[in-house]
């Protein structure tokens, strides 16, 4: 016959989970802190999340094994710790964002604020006599006992607290999350590792997670072998994931390591220099009904124009576009103007974002190499040469331009070749008609 979860006692299985959850987070948060290069380092900040998230497994263990009966006041640090883990990941995902430097000392106090009053008050456990610290582990309330009742009553309270500041920390960083997925578009070519999608996903896992442990505790559903191993194994996987993009993500925006420039080594210029020496005026500019962003730039259509020309001519003679990870910044350095006037010219005279902008003018010269019955390459060696980092994402692309596979093109190639104004081009990547 074979054997179920429902044979197994419910303790030894609590407690195989326990342990391997306290381990594998333990694991996890010495691996990520020992590859960090400093306290700014992404994965030091995810390894002290980790270290924390497993301080929860370490309360559950002390109930079932009963070593908290020796150190009944350890609970109290067991209990707080949760308080830290919204603004933690919070913190981390605004490294990721925006960079080591964007994090100062006034930042995280502010962010250190809403934890530290709800630890302050967790701290009051410590008064709290151990017998009924341990009464209060063992969900039991005396007759009389007015100090554990104001104990349960305090637990009770950061809990809730807990539980409140946790959702509020990850609305934000989902918030943030979709900013940044927007930006990033007009800032880089290649979106690989950088759109972050993962940390999202990690969000809404950590979300659902929670709301489904609180609704087991709730109806008692963790007395079911079953449902506690599934939220256990739930959990575990969650880590897994964490840690592992964890450890290959880094920083997208502000990093320390200065980029190279996509071709020569001319400093950016600003519109006064001679380059774009016509005078300028300032003139708000208004996009769908809103003032731009662009409105105190100073650029003149006469400017725009100008830096227009030198886009087209980095992309169509000088080739930039086959540098895989060319990015805003490269670019600017390349034609020797600032990157907000190259941003802003693209938006407001080209009509593209710089990753459409750039990705059309990859897919362009894919087109021509694969229309070309000389060439034999396979599709993934043409996607690299024009500066696509993988196939799938060249196929992504390309079907979104010519509503066709690259594969098809090669066998039926059109009479006309697409426009190469970027305008359309973006419309098209975007799905806009």
């Known amino acids: 016959m074979t054997a179920s979860f429902a044979d197994y006692p419910l303790e030894h299985l609590k407690l195989a989970l326990l342990t391997s959850g306290f381990s594998q987070s333990a694991l996890v948060a010495v691996m990520l802190i020992s590859f960090a290069a400093s306290p700014r380092d992404p994965r030091f900040v995810l390894g002290l999340f980790m270290a924390l998230y497993g301080l929860s497994f370490v309360g559950e263990l002390g109930i079932v094994t009963g070593f908290l009966t020796a150190l009944p006041q350890a609970v109290v640090p067991i209990l707080i710790a949760p308080l830290f883990l919204g603004p933690v990941l919070y913190v981390y995902i605004c490294i990721l964002v925006d960079g080591p430097a964007s994090i100062r000392g006034g930042w995280l106090v502010r962010h250190a604020i809403a934890p530290g009053f709800g630890a302050l008050v967790g701290c009051a456990l410590l008064a709290v006599p151990g017998e009924d610290l341990m009464a209060l582990l063992r969900d039991e309330v005396p007759e009389g006992g007015v100090t554990l009742v104001l104990a349960i009553l305090t637990a009770l309270l950061v809990q809730a607290y807990t539980a409140v500041l946790t959702l509020v920390y990850l609305i934000k960083g989902y918030l943030k999350l979709r900013l940044h997925g927007a930006h990033i578009r007009s800032e880089f070519s290649n979106l690989e590792r950088k759109t972050l999608t993962w940390v999202r996903y990690a969000l809404i896992s950590l979300g659902l997670f929670w709301i489904a442990t609180m609704a087991a505790d709730l109806t008692g559903l963790t007395d079911d072998p079953v449902a506690a191993v599934a939220l256990g194994m739930s959990e575990l996987l969650i880590f897994y994931i964490m840690a592992i993009s964890g450890m290959r993500q880094g920083v997208i925006f502000g990093s320390t390591e200065p980029e190279p420039p996509a071709g020569g080594s001319k400093p950016p210029v600003t519109v006064t220099d001679t380059a ?22 100073g650029l003149t259509e006469a400017d725009m124009a100008r830096i227009s020309a030198k886009i087209r001519q980095a992309m169509e003679r000088d080739v930039v576009y086959e540098n895989s990870n060319l990015s805003l910044t490269q670019l600017s350095r390349h034609i020797g103007v600032q990157a907000a006037y190259v941003s802003q010219t693209l938006t407001q005279e080209i009509g593209a974002n710089f990753y459409d902008f750039v990705a059309q003018a990859r897919i362009r010269a894919a087109m021509k190499q694969l229309a070309d019955p000389a060439n034999q390459e396979s599709i993934l060696t043409i996607a690299l040469d024009v500066g696509f980092n993988s196939k799938s994402t060249f196929n992504s692309a390309f079907k979104r331009v010519c509503g066709t596979t690259p594969s098809n093109w090669r066998r039926n190639p059109p009479v006309i070749e697409p426009t190469a104004d970027a305008s359309r081009a973006a419309r098209s990547m975007s799905g806009r008609p």
């Open 276 to 297: 774009l020496a016509d005078p300028v005026s300032p003139e708000p500019e208004a996009v769908n009904g809103a003032v731009s962003k662009y409105a105190k730039s």
